[in-house]
């Protein structure tokens, strides 16, 4: 977290303190705003202070801003789930939702100490067409950032290729978080092609979205589809 955010934080304690002001929110941070560049955040839950946390990271991966609140806000974004297993050996996971700074348009605390993040609207649309004529599709993950523009910051995502049965890449997904539902897959490839390959017979359903693809095999359906966009009827 940037000096200037970090400062904003603290102004904000203090008039709270005080007493001042209603429940307004007041100032919006640009995400990269000062000295301290972060790339990525992780929201989490603090079960001894009882409190909701964000945890900023910078580009080598360290961690560089800290607050604590006892509710956040997320206007909009996308965000996916982290986890990794305790370290001391204690029987738990520990758990984040993890977002990319460049999908952040700025901060807000209101006047109680709870901090808003709005993310932008006016994201930019990845392709999302699948060729109709695909023989097999293969996947990967990418190592560093290099698809992305050198203004955005964000951590490597995955890519799908799919290709014809002459083995040429007719399509492709690019930048999207990858789900697979028993699906029969196997390694292909050599240094620096590797790839995940999933032939198309073993293919029941593609979903894509702004941010992910999940492959599910023909057995694979989802358990449930509801679309909430309609008010629901009497």
Known sequence: MSQNLESQFQSQQALQQQGVGGAQAVGVVPPQQGDVLWEFADIGYDTGKKLWFVQLFDSVNQNVGFYTAKNITMNNGCAIQYQWKDMQGRPFWHVRERFQSSEVEGFQIDMKGNLIINFKRNHVENDSSIPKNFAYLQYAYHLTTKETPQSVDRSPMGFVEFCNQAED?????????????????????????????????????????????IIMSKEGRPSQQLDVSQNPKD
Not at 173 to 187: G, H, Q, S
């Open 169 to 213: 890449v007719i399509g492709r997904l690019n930048n999207r978080w990858i789900i697979v539902e028993d699906v029969n897959r196997r390694t292909t490839g050599e240094l620096p092609k590797i790839r995940i390959r999933v032939d198309r017979k073993d293919i029941g359903r593609i979903i894509v979205s702004r941010s992910s693809v």
